[in-house]
């Protein structure tokens, strides 16, 4: 892929678990990407493997497709955490229950738009190819970027942030992702410089655990406030809320455990004033189709998305890829994710 | 002391009789032992110890996390520079904590085998010679739980654990048998691992408080620190947290949020011994006693706790360590040499040492070693 550096590393590789239920003759297929091991969050290509191999398939085997709010139960009582490999297992398993009803994933709640606009992930460390790169993206039609920082100097970041505003002009929506990267009084530091420079959105300041912060951060910001490390449960997001932690939720299948939860925190949240956004963990067309299926359902989704994983990966394991327009991403038609796994293309990434 | 190596075995050793408890059934203990290699031609074992039912880790995910990941990002460094050497672990893999303290049991048993010294000498040296254990006794019908307390106080333990998690009636008796089984001078603590709601909680402490326990562990759900905090102020039972332990910064949060009067602290959970060191630093700041609690060790894993328990202050306020002691749930056999068995802790009247041996003070038995890891399949 294209790579990235993230506030814990520089990544240019994704891991996949590529997930496939046989469900009579119908199958399905699910989707965990991995940041080149467990930087992210806890879990990795290995584990997510070995608990769905050794675990939730025996639990899965032999149910009854339809019956998937119970598998999901029965998951969870049986296996702690490991939300990537459950989520992974789920979307196969709603891919094959959709086939077999005929209708697309996002009709489980209905469809609210055809189309998700899209966000594009500036990532150098370097302020000429981020500048560089940020007007590229532009003149190809993108409207959102997003600059990742937390692993250089505050003020480095900063002049990053600022070169790429000044590349792009002020029509551009831009957002500043931080993955934990940085303490409270660096936050505190640049918040109103990102005020200034007409930023939209800043991602996950601070160390997950730290609701506290994030709440300080929030009410001293004019900058809204998004959540990603932060919110995996549903737990999690009733915790934000109550502490006003953020204003806005990063939406991503994998850490949420599974589409059926994503929607829980998200009738919550949305109760409650918070707006949305649809991350990724850089998943190919298998796991973007089923994100974009979360996406379609959504009754509000004010910040659009980042599933730009196929166009940022150097490879696919779909017949045909997600669409994309320009400065957005088409939302899979056809029955469950509406995508096919071309089976050619999966063995050739399978590695042993 | 250069690490040059590092390996993860899987090991399995059955139970000889099931072991029950709220988060389900024990058959069998599987742990990972961790053995890294330095260029002084020394080897330093851990142990990476998992609970099925309350563990997000497995055997299968340790092996993977330690050989993949954790091996390259350490190896080469010195195994004296464990602060450091946790943090790279840190940064490069997320959670992970019982896989690391693993590795982070071999580094201490390392340095000491270098220095030839116990472990507990290079934490602090030792605040106590021994340290006093207690008895799990796993849900059963109160009677054959009060049989059990009364036998194993011929052994000379003067705190017994009692599981529950059921209804609140049979929990009662369950408390209530015990009671009257080990009578008025033997400790009897109460453990729910979770089991209850925040009411049933309150309801029920309140009737267990005529059978004066010690204490009651982990009430309700791991997350619910609120709802903990709120169960602590209605009864006058002391509450600890154990499953709600899980991290450093989640100890942080129950003192924080006054959940608790005492820390069980579980050494795999906060990634090992430098980390506990610090969690039970945040307690003695709180005034906070802990406890060593165990999990289904074997006895490298055990031998960890004990050289934590010799060494920490807090873990002297009185409370007995369930970590240190023999694993009550009747493993069938060990992977050392020597094991600490119910008979020790006899001699001892209730108590167990860390042995004097250099490291972590165990000889690996070899051969066990194979003979358990061919248990396994991963």
New interface residues.
């Given amino acids: 892929m294209k790579p990235e550096n993230l506030s814990?590393?520089r990544v240019d590789r994704v891991q996949y678990v590529i997930v496939r239920v046989l469900a009579g003759d119908l199958d399905g297929w699910g989707e965990a990407a991995t940041l080149q091991?467990?930087?992210?969050?806890?879990e990795?290509q290995?584990?997510i493997h070995?608990?769905i191999e050794?675990?939730l398939s025996k639990i899965v085997e032999k149910q009854d497709t339809r019956d998937y709010y119970k598998i999901l139960r029965l998951m969870d009582q049986r296996v702690?955490?490991?939300s990537f490999a459950k989520a992974a297992l789920e979307m196969a398993l709603i891919d094959a229950y959709c086939k077999e009803l005929h209708i697309p994933v996002c009709a489980i709640w209905g469809s609210f738009r055809s189309s998700v606009p899209l966000s594009w992930t500036i990532a150098n460390n370097d302020e000429d190819l981020d500048a560089d790169e940020a007007s590229q993206m532009v003149k190809k039609g993108w409207k959102i970027l997003k600059v990742k920082v937390g692993s250089l100097p505050v003020e480095t970041d900063l002049k990053r942030i600022k070169r790429i505003r000044e590349a792009v002009g002020d029509e551009v929506s831009l957002r500043v992702d931080a993955n934990q990267g940085w303490r409270y009084d660096q936050a505190l530091s640049i918040i109103h410089e990102l005020n200034k420079l007409k930023v939209d959105l800043l991602e996950q300041p601070l160390p997950k655990?730290d609701l506290q912060g994030m709440s300080l951060i929030a009410s001293n910001s004019e900058v809204p406030i998004m959540a990603d490390e932060s919110v995996t449960e549903l737990?999690d997001a009733v915790g934000l809320i109550c502490c006003r932690g953020s204003s806005v939720f990063s939406y991503k299948l994998t850490k949420m455990g599974g589409l059926t939860k994503a929607r829980s925190i998200y009738e919550v949240a949305f109760a409650h004033g918070i707006s949305s956004y649809v991350g990724c963990m850089i998943e190919t067309s298998v796991g973007t189709a089923a994100y974009l299926h979360f996406a379609a359902s959504l009754p509000e989704l004010e910040y659009g998305c980042e599933l730009f994983g196929p166009l940022r990966l150097h490879g696919d394991v779909a017949k045909k890829p997600v669409a994309y327009g320009q400065g957005e991403v088409f939302v899979p038609k056809g029955e469950g994710l509406g995508v096919d796994v071309d089976q050619k293309k999966l063995s050739k990434f399978v590695d042993q | 002391m250069k690490i040059i190596s590092v390996r993860a075995i899987p090991l399995k050793i059955p139970v000889s009789k099931s072991y029950v408890w709220s988060h389900g059934k024990v058959d069998f203990f599987t742990n990972v032992l961790i053995q890294i290699e330095c260029d002084e031609r020394i080897t330093g074992y851990g142990e990476s110890d998992i609970i099925f039912g309350v563990s997000q880790e497995s055997p299968e995910t340790i092996v993977q996390i330690v050989e993949k990941y954790m091996a390259p990002a350490i190896i080469g460094r010195d195994a004296f520079d464990i602060e450091n050497i946790l943090e790279v672990m840190d940064e490069k893999i997320k959670g992970n904590y019982s896989a690391k303290s693993g590795v982070e049991f071999a580094l201490w048993d390392m340095k000491g085998k270098y220095l030839k010294q116990p472990v507990y000498n290079l934490l602090g040296g030792r605040y106590r010679d021994r340290v006093e254990v207690d008895y799990t006794i796993g849900i059963d019908t109160p009677q054959a739980m009060a049989q059990t307390a009364k036998r194993m106080l011929d052994y000379g333990y003067r705190t017994f654990v009692v599981k529950v998690g059921r209804d609140v009636e049979s929990d009662v008796e369950r408390v209530g048998r015990v009671r009257e089984a080990v009578g008025p001078s033997t400790k009897v603590r109460v453990d729910v691992n979770e089991g209850y709601t925040v009411e049933k909680a309150i309801k029920a402490i309140k009737r267990f408080e005529k059978y004066e326990p010690e204490l009651v562990e982990q009430p309700v759900a791991r997350w619910d620190i609120k709802g903990m905090a709120r169960v602590s102020r209605a009864v006058d039972t002391p509450i600890s947290a154990d499953e709600s332990n899980s991290s450093p910064q989640a100890a942080f949060q129950l003192i924080e949020n006054e959940a608790v009067d005492a820390l069980n602290i579980k050494l795999p959970y906060h990634g090992g011994l430098w980390n506990s060191m610090k969690v039970a630093s945040l307690a003695e700041s709180a005034g906070i006693p802990i406890i060593i609690g165990g999990m289904n060790h074997f006895e490298v894993g055990r031998q960890a706790n004990r050289h934590f328990a010799v060494s920490v202050r807090m873990a002297h306020s009185g409370y007995a360590h369930e970590g240190p002691g023999p694993a009550s749930q009747s493993l069938m056999d060990n992977i050392t040499k020597k094991v600490v068995t119910y008979d020790d802790v006899k001699s001892q009247g209730g108590y167990v040492l860390p042995g004097d041996g250099h490291g972590l003070s165990f000889e690996l038995d070899e051969e066990k070693v194979r003979k358990y890891s061919q248990e396994i399949r991963i």
């Fill in positions: 814990f590393g091991g467990p930087t992210w969050s806890e990795s290995e584990s070995s608990v050794n675990y702690r955490g490991n655990q737990r």
